[in-house]
């Protein structure tokens, strides 16, 4: 009866070593256990896997144990898989040698190599395909390895095999998951860039939101905006790592990488940072050592350039889901400033116009008015000159009643143009009295309800000229609206100041209108709501059958206080 080959203790060690190699998750873990194992199992003073490249012709990795750190310099290159290490890649079965320089395929040892004569090697098959395999030589005593060492190691082997496959298994499940999660973060990014920006119509704001969003999505150090204007490229929006005052820095089109992915309309990832992109890092007064450029295409015409330097916290480059991500995004991102742009075009337009509709107005004041009345003047008295002294008396007296008349005339265009009491005794006078002159020349019911903190004492200064200015024409024009275009009989002026801002209401009790239809057709509305976002507030107007009520809320800016002013 013949003697089992592995006895008890060597068989519980072996499954004790297969427990601990399927447990572990990571491959250069399990290969290192699978080493010292086998050493301490067969008692080989040397282990090595020899790892196969995608061709399984030779080595592409040699993991050792047992050489120390200073003997692997003094080797230098590691085996790549000839001579007897090229046997088990031919024919991946064990193979055990007594003394390995007589076998016929020995090369022999580089030199400053250990000393080796006994030699054990097993395949690592994985899946019916060859993997590496494991090599063992120097066993303790001088010995050769035995049938028992070989069984252990094929065992190993065995075990090392089902326990890489379970790590690249979970290796590859761990990169679906990180690239789906990585994808749906890029979605849901794209989708709330694509919410926040499509209610979005200030340029302005609309670059803050895409270099923040987009910056985030790609987790770079730095993201800047560039857009074409004429032939340059001009800085619009930056953030991250930057210094202050990129913003308008420009760099010429032709002959710049940049460029060149403006004119192409392809985007391009970038190392080496330093040396391609020097013109836009100069530009930026920054340092990265990569990058990626998108462009901004919409409608098949690129308008600018998104461009992410670096990452967060490593020196790996972007790759190609960076550059799908940030595609993706761009997309809607170039519509957003398209749009912006367009808007920013027709506010202008707006603006131009209401500005003259402005001028013709007080254009026709002044003809049909006060240079009608001019010229009638002038006709009396050159009639009454010719006429008796009783004649010329009366024509004077006329004269005199006329001139005072028009003067009164000129003064209140130039109260509407800028009053005096704006200035001299701040809103609430100037919005009373601009109530009373309305009410007394139009017949109309107007109460005015001023309540602001200054007046009443609750502030150290005034507000600026600026929110001044834009509180007064906003009333100014709310009942211009309601005598001119509502035929209103009552109209109802609340200012108040509360929380830092200042609410301002006109509610008028005429017929109503449609506030998108009229802004350019001189209710001006274009002019209110430009006042409005330049002091940064918010209007809105509500209109109906019942009546118009136009409401703005602005914050608060004061003058400076001066010295002394302001008691301890």
Same mark, same amino acid.
């Given at each position: 009866?013949?003697?089992?080959?592995?006895?008890?203790?060597?068989?519980? @060690?072996?499954?004790?070593?297969?427990?601990?190699?399927?447990?572990?998750?990571?491959?250069?873990?399990?290969?290192?256990?699978?080493?010292?194992?086998? @050493?301490?199992?067969?008692?080989?003073?040397?282990?090595?896997?020899?790892?196969?490249?995608?061709?399984?012709?030779?080595?592409?990795?040699?993991?050792?144990?047992?050489?120390?750190?200073?003997?692997?310099?003094?080797?230098?290159?590691?085996?790549r898989?000839r001579?007897?290490?090229?046997?088990l890649i031919?024919?991946?079965?064990? =193979?055990?040698? &007594?003394?390995?320089?007589?076998?016929?395929r020995?090369?022999?040892?580089?030199?400053?190599?250990p000393?080796?004569?006994?030699?054990?090697?097993v395949?690592?098959?994985?899946?019916?395909?060859?993997?590496?395999?494991?090599?063992?030589?120097?066993?303790?005593?001088?010995?050769?390895?035995?049938?028992?060492?070989?069984?252990?190691?094929?065992?190993?082997?065995?075990?090392?095999?089902?326990?890489?496959?379970?790590?690249?298994l979970?290796?590859?499940?761990?990169?679906r998951?990180?690239?789906l999660?990585?994808?749906?973060?890029?979605?849901?990014?794209?989708?709330?860039i694509?919410?926040?920006?499509?209610?979005?119509?200030?340029?302005?704001?609309?670059?803050?939101?895409?270099?923040k969003?987009?910056?985030?999505?790609?987790?770079?150090?730095?993201?800047?905006?560039?857009?074409?204007?004429?032939?340059?490229?001009?800085?619009?929006?930056?953030?991250?790592?930057?210094?202050?005052?990129?913003?308008?820095?420009?760099?010429?089109?032709?002959g710049?990488?940049?460029?060149?992915?403006?004119?192409?309309?392809?985007? &391009?990832?970038?190392?080496?940072?330093?040396?391609?992109?020097?013109?836009? =890092?100069?530009?930026?007064?920054?340092?990265a050592?990569?990058?990626?450029?998108?462009?901004?295409?919409?409608?098949?015409r690129?308008?600018?350039?998104?461009?992410?330097?670096?990452?967060?916290?490593?020196?790996?480059?972007?790759?190609?889901?960076? &550059?799908?991500?940030?595609?993706?995004?761009a997309a809607?991102?170039?519509?957003?400033?398209?749009?912006?742009?367009s808007?920013?075009?027709? @506010?202008?337009?707006?603006?131009?116009?209401?500005?003259?509709?402005?001028?013709?107005?007080?254009?026709?004041?002044?003809?049909?008015?006060t240079?009608?009345?001019?010229?009638?003047?002038?006709?009396? =008295?050159?009639?009454?000159?010719?006429?008796?002294?009783?004649?010329?008396?009366?024509?004077?007296?006329?004269?005199?009643e006329?001139?005072?008349?028009?003067?009164?005339?000129?003064?209140?265009?130039?109260?509407?143009?800028?009053p005096?009491?704006?200035?001299?005794?701040?809103?609430a006078?100037?919005?009373?009295?601009?109530?009373?002159r309305?009410?007394?020349?139009q017949?109309?019911?107007?109460?005015?309800?001023?309540?602001?903190?200054f007046?009443?004492?609750?502030?150290?200064?005034?507000h600026?000229?600026? =929110?001044?200015s834009?509180?007064?024409?906003?009333?100014?024009e709310?009942?211009?609206?309601?005598?001119?275009?509502?035929?209103?009989?009552?109209?109802?002026?609340?200012?108040?100041?509360?929380?830092?801002?200042?609410?301002?209401?006109v509610?008028?009790d005429?017929?109503?209108?449609?506030p998108?239809?009229?802004?350019?057709?001189?209710?001006?509305?274009?002019?209110?709501?430009?006042?409005?976002?330049?002091?940064?507030?918010?209007?809105?107007?509500?209109?109906?059958?019942?009546?118009?009520?136009?409401?703005?809320?602005?914050?608060?800016?004061r003058?400076?206080?001066?010295?002394?002013?302001?008691g301890?």
């Amino acid at each position: 009866m013949s003697e089992p080959v592995l006895d008890d203790l060597r068989l519980r @060690r072996l499954i004790d070593a297969g427990r601990g190699l399927i447990s572990n998750l990571d491959v250069e873990a399990i290969l290192q256990r699978l080493l010292d194992v086998a @050493r301490e199992v067969t008692g080989a003073r040397y282990a090595a896997v020899g790892v196969l490249d995608d061709r399984r012709q030779e080595l592409e990795r040699f993991v050792t144990a047992g050489v120390d750190a200073e003997t692997h310099r003094a080797i230098g290159d590691l085996p790549r898989g000839r001579g007897i290490l090229g046997m088990l890649i031919e024919e991946p079965r064990p =193979l055990r040698l &007594e003394h390995i320089g007589d076998h016929p395929r020995s090369y022999g040892f580089p030199s400053n190599h250990p000393e080796m004569e006994t030699f054990l090697g097993v395949p690592v098959v994985i899946r019916d395909e060859a993997w590496g395999n494991l090599y063992l030589t120097e066993k303790a005593g001088g010995r050769p390895f035995s049938e028992a060492d070989e069984e252990s190691a094929v065992i190993l082997a065995d075990w090392a095999a089902i326990a890489i496959d379970n790590a690249r298994l979970y290796a590859s499940v761990e990169e679906r998951r990180d690239h789906l999660e990585r994808a749906v973060r890029g979605l849901d990014t794209t989708v709330a860039i694509a919410q926040a920006l499509g209610g979005e119509t200030n340029l302005t704001r609309i670059l803050e939101l895409i270099v923040k969003r987009a910056r985030a999505l790609v987790g770079a150090r730095t993201l800047v905006i560039m857009l074409e204007q004429d032939d340059d490229l001009v800085v619009a929006a930056a953030a991250g790592e930057l210094h202050a005052g990129v913003h308008g820095r420009r760099m010429p089109i032709e002959g710049t990488v940049t460029g060149r992915v403006l004119r192409s309309q392809r985007p &391009e990832r970038l190392g080496e940072a330093r040396a391609k992109l020097r013109d836009s =890092l100069d530009l930026l007064d920054l340092d990265a050592d990569n990058a990626l450029l998108v462009p901004l295409a919409f409608r098949g015409r690129a308008v600018g350039v998104l461009a992410a330097y670096d990452r967060v916290g490593g020196d790996a480059g972007f790759d190609g889901e960076d &550059e799908r991500l940030l595609g993706a995004f761009a997309a809607s991102a170039a519509t957003a400033v398209a749009t912006g742009k367009s808007v920013e075009e027709q @506010r202008l337009r707006q603006s131009i116009e209401a500005s003259e509709q402005e001028r013709r107005r007080w254009a026709r004041e002044l003809h049909d008015e006060t240079l009608q009345a001019l010229a009638g003047l002038r006709v009396g =008295l050159s009639s009454a000159r010719r006429g008796s002294e009783e004649e010329l008396r009366r024509s004077v007296e006329a004269a005199v009643e006329s001139v005072t008349e028009e003067i009164a005339n000129l003064r209140a265009l130039i109260v509407e143009l800028r009053p005096a009491a704006l200035d001299e005794y701040g809103p609430a006078a100037a919005i009373e009295t601009l109530a009373e002159r309305t009410a007394a020349r139009q017949g109309i019911e107007v109460e005015a309800h001023v309540d602001l903190a200054f007046e009443r004492g609750d502030a150290p200064a005034r507000h600026t000229p600026e =929110l001044e200015s834009t509180v007064y024409r906003l009333v100014q024009e709310g009942l211009t609206n309601a005598v001119r275009h509502a035929d209103a009989s009552r109209v109802r002026i609340d200012v108040e100041e509360r929380d830092g801002c200042v609410d301002v209401a006109v509610a008028d009790d005429g017929r109503g209108f449609d506030p998108q239809a009229a802004s350019s057709t001189g209710f001006g509305l274009t002019g209110m709501r430009e006042r409005v976002e330049l002091a940064d507030g918010e209007l809105a107007i509500a209109s109906g059958p019942a009546g118009t009520t136009v409401h703005a809320k602005l914050p608060v800016t004061r003058r400076p206080v001066a010295a002394g002013a302001v008691g301890g």
